[in-house]
């Protein structure tokens, strides 16, 4: 069933991290950034170990307030969330004009929200590649819950090192997966442009939406209380709270970029592999 409780937020916080470590990786992961003392280099040499421990952290968190695929998308004004989130999702598919029995890879696949809908929707069998454990485990559990283990699949690797050799898929699809990648990614078309709303709404906590309560303002305060009762109790990991602290940073932060355009989570490209 779907992980969406209070209890499952906090006792999946820290994913495969043991509970008592928990504390420990919270520090080691912002140590990371620069305004903790980190720098940029250090970054880039242990990306995978920071990624890796962001996703252990925060993987809870976010199917408790965005659900099983964790990405923006365009969104009409009479549309909620989750239903942009879907559209976005079927866009892809077409974009990519997928049919019944291609052979279809998600790179960067998180617990396989976008994965599952694509194949429901296109009859692809869609592989999603991700170097978390802990969301191939959630990934595949709730591909057992939802019935469809037949055509989809995952494969723990990182996505700079792919193990598959040429031409074993039909297309290949990353949803804001790549912004991980320590090189440089080039990009095309900002769908953010021309969305009726803007694609932060749903993280402004000026912003009340019943649809989408637990990112409100209230919806955090409710959250952060939850959460701070649940860790004084011992029954979410020492640590929890820093980890709700620094979703609410991020999101506080990617209002403000997207207000300013500085920032857009929506930058679409689509390639052709050349026929040779
Ligand atoms: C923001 S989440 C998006 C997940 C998914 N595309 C979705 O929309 O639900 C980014 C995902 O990229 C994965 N990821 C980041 N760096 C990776 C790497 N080097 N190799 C494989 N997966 C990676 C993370 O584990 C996470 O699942």
């Known amino acids: 069933m779907s992980k969406s409780g209070a209890l499952d937020l906090v006792s999946g916080v820290g994913g495969r991290i043991e509970k008592k470590e928990v504390l420990p990786a919270v520090q080691k992961y912002?140590?990371?950034h620069v305004c903790h003392g980190g720098n940029e280099e250090?970054?880039?040499?242990?990306?995978?170990?920071?990624?890796?421990?962001?996703?252990?952290?925060?993987?809870?968190?976010?199917?408790?307030?965005?659900?099983?695929?964790?990405?923006?998308?365009?969104?009409?004004?009479?549309?909620?969330?989750?239903?942009?989130?879907?559209?976005?999702?079927?866009?892809?598919?077409?974009?990519?004009?997928?049919?019944?029995g291609q052979k279809v890879l998600d790179v960067g696949c998180g617990i396989g929200g976008p994965l599952r809908e694509i194949a429901r929707f296109s009859g692809a069998f869609v592989?999603?590649?991700?170097n978390n454990e802990y969301q191939i485990s959630r990934?595949?559990?709730?591909?057992?819950?939802?019935?469809?283990?037949?055509?989809?699949?995952?494969?723990?690797?990182?996505?700079?090192r792919m193990p598959f050799s040429d031409n074993t898929f039909d297309a290949i699809f990353a949803i804001e997966a790549t912004c991980h990648a320590p090189n440089q990614v080039i990009c095309e078309n900002d769908l953010a442009v021309d969305s009726p709303l803007p694609w932060y709404?749903?993280?402004d906590k000026n912003h009340f939406s019943p649809s989408n309560f637990r990112v409100t303002a209230v919806?955090?305060?409710?959250?952060?209380?939850?959460?701070?009762?649940?860790?004084?109790?011992?029954?979410?990991?020492?640590?929890?709270?820093?980890?709700?602290?620094?979703?609410?940073?991020?999101?506080?932060?990617l209002v403000e970029g997207g207000r300013k355009g500085i920032f857009t989570p929506m930058y679409f490209f689509l390639a052709r592999k050349p026929i040779l």
């Open 30 to 32: 912002e140590k990371y």
């Open 42 to 100: 250090e970054m880039k040499a242990n990306y995978s170990d920071m990624v890796n421990k962001y996703y252990d952290l925060v993987t809870s968190f976010y199917e408790y307030g965005w659900g099983e695929s964790f990405h923006f998308a365009p969104r009409w004004k009479e549309e909620s969330l989750r239903e942009s989130i879907k559209r976005h999702e079927h866009f892809l598919a077409l974009q990519l004009g997928l049919k019944k």
């Open 219 to 253: 919806g955090r305060f409710i959250t952060r209380n939850m959460v701070k009762v649940l860790e004084f109790l011992g029954l979410a990991p020492e640590g929890s709270q820093r980890v709700q602290h620094f979703l609410e940073n991020a999101a506080d932060a």
């Open 139 to 160: 990934g595949e559990e709730l591909n057992r819950i939802r019935g469809i283990n037949n055509s989809c699949t995952y494969v723990k690797a990182d996505f700079m």
């Open 127 to 130: 592989t999603g590649l991700n």
């Open 201 to 203: 709404l749903p993280l």
